[in-house]
């Protein structure tokens, strides 16, 4: 990144330097093995999330490729970190191609429940490892192991998730674990078509027709054309299409995935509508930003940990779609609402809420058992399941609360409701989407770029 202008120079420097604080905060979400190995967390060690997940390491690795092969200082840290989360998948992904919600640092299946977005995930890591290592002409050791995993998790995903007769993914949960994702997503398929996308790119750079058949690559069309068609209605994206065929129009930062995974030049008319009515719906009126989806706490979909607010991740991507469609005042905005919420240490957090939702939470759903009811709803947990696994993230969730309570509470008497709460600091996730958006805003990270 050298230029003759010494102000553009500067320019530079200060975004690589910005950068690099944003790394050195999700390298400290990772933890070393005694082999050597790194593997990213969603969190650190000792927070509610001490878990290896394929949704947010996926979306990690979308950011690691791309700095892999830029001349950014943090190029070569990338590419490692971006390697390892590949290696941890290889060998998490089962024989006959499934692939889970969490595992733990040992490699063994944590999931609580079913969410059948992981396979996508786990494609899109294996494939952005592959193309980047390609690009950089860097040796990849057991190149047909790796082909074989995309081989297996794809025919896994087909086989036991996606229903011909409508050319869609099914879900139960997905990118949030409650039954608000059952039926047929947008982010599920959008993941998915990503997902497939990137096996097709892997299989042209490779030549990898004996391993990956020719029948996964012919799909993936049949599938795009026909997502692109079903989740739209009124000139917006669906949140999804419920097991009975019903359009769910509620606002969900979901209609943004078409964007996310890297499809907004096909779609851009629907994603400008699906934009102005998530803004206008989902903005919290006291804290600012957007909320994931609305609060109705009465539904037992709908999950409110330590009370509802905004999401700074998903905030995080919208002031993306902002900087994308070179709308840099209202980017600047989502992102300085977000720097005005990073604690002492620049650390952002998962999500936000106000002292008097936390408290009101704590006693109308987290002491009455009603969030336990709706984390553990049984038609969403995975068959069978050992109820130590339940025990163990209701701990998670117990110490999570407590912590707020005695440590991430900003009381402020000007806010209405008396300060706000930070949820889970830093999360990994929200630093990646934060990078993210510096990179679109200095036009150096395009959406379809890749």
Avoid at 44 to 68: K, N, Q, V
Avoid at 244 to 253: L, R, S, T
Avoid at 336 to 363: M, Q, V, W
């Amino acid at each position: 990144m050298t230029d003759s202008n010494p102000g553009k120079q500067s320019s530079q420097k200060n975004i690589n330097n910005e950068l690099e604080a944003h790394f050195k905060v999700i390298q400290s979400c990772s933890v070393e093995t005694d082999g050597g190995e790194k593997i990213l967390l969603a969190a650190r060690p000792e927070s509610r999330y001490p878990y290896f997940y394929p949704r947010d390491a996926a979306c990690a690795s979308g950011l690691l490729a791309y700095i892999s092969t830029s001349d950014l200082s943090i190029a070569d840290d990338s590419y490692e970190l971006l390697k390892s989360i590949a290696d941890f998948v290889l060998r998490s992904i089962g024989y006959d191609g499934y692939l889970g919600q969490r595992y733990a640092l040992s490699g063994e299946e944590k999931s609580v429940y079913k969410q059948e977005d992981n396979n996508a995930h786990g494609l899109i890591i294996l494939s952005n490892y592959l193309l980047t290592a390609k690009s950089k002409k860097e040796e990849i050791q057991d190149i047909n192991k790796f082909l074989l995993s995309i081989k297996n998790a794809s025919q896994f995903a087909i086989k036991n998730y996606y229903r011909p007769e409508i050319n869609l993914f099914h879900s139960t949960t997905s990118i949030h674990e409650s039954a608000l994702e059952e039926g047929f997503s947008c982010w599920t398929n959008f993941a998915y078509l990503r997902a497939f996308t990137l096996v097709s790119r892997v299989n042209d750079e490779f030549d990898a027709p004996d391993i990956i058949p020719d029948k996964i690559l012919t799909f993936k069309s049949a599938f795009k054309h026909n997502l692109f068609s079903i989740m739209v209605e009124n000139n917006r994206f669906l949140r999804r299409i419920d097991e009975k065929g019903n359009y769910d129009f509620k606002p969900d930062f979901t209609l943004l995935s078409p964007f996310y995974f890297e499809f907004g030049n096909e779609v851009k008319d629907y994603l400008d509508n699906s934009v102005d009515f998530i803004e206008r719906q989902l903005w919290d009126p006291e804290l600012g930003m957007i909320q994931r989806y609305l609060p109705f706490s009465g539904d037992i979909e709908i999950h409110t940990h330590a009370g509802n607010g905004p999401w700074l991740q998903y905030t995080a991507i919208l002031a993306q779609y902002h900087y994308w469609c070179k709308n840099d005042k209202r980017g600047d905005e989502l992102m300085n609402l977000i720097d005005s919420y990073k604690n002492e240490k620049g650390e952002i957090p998962e999500h936000i809420s106000t002292c008097k939702r936390f408290d009101a939470f704590i006693e109308s759903e987290w002491k009455t058992g009603l969030d336990f009811s709706k984390e553990f709803d049984k038609h969403i947990l995975q068959d069978n399941l050992d109820f130590d696994k339940i025990l163990e993230e209701a701990n998670n969730m117990q110490r999570a609360y407590n912590e707020v309570a005695d440590r991430c509470m900003i009381s402020d008497s000007t806010m209405e409701e008396d300060g706000y709460i930070m949820f889970v600091t830093p999360l990994m996730w929200s630093h990646v989407e934060y990078m993210k958006a510096l990179l679109y805003k200095h036009s150096l990270y395009s959406n379809n770029s890749r």
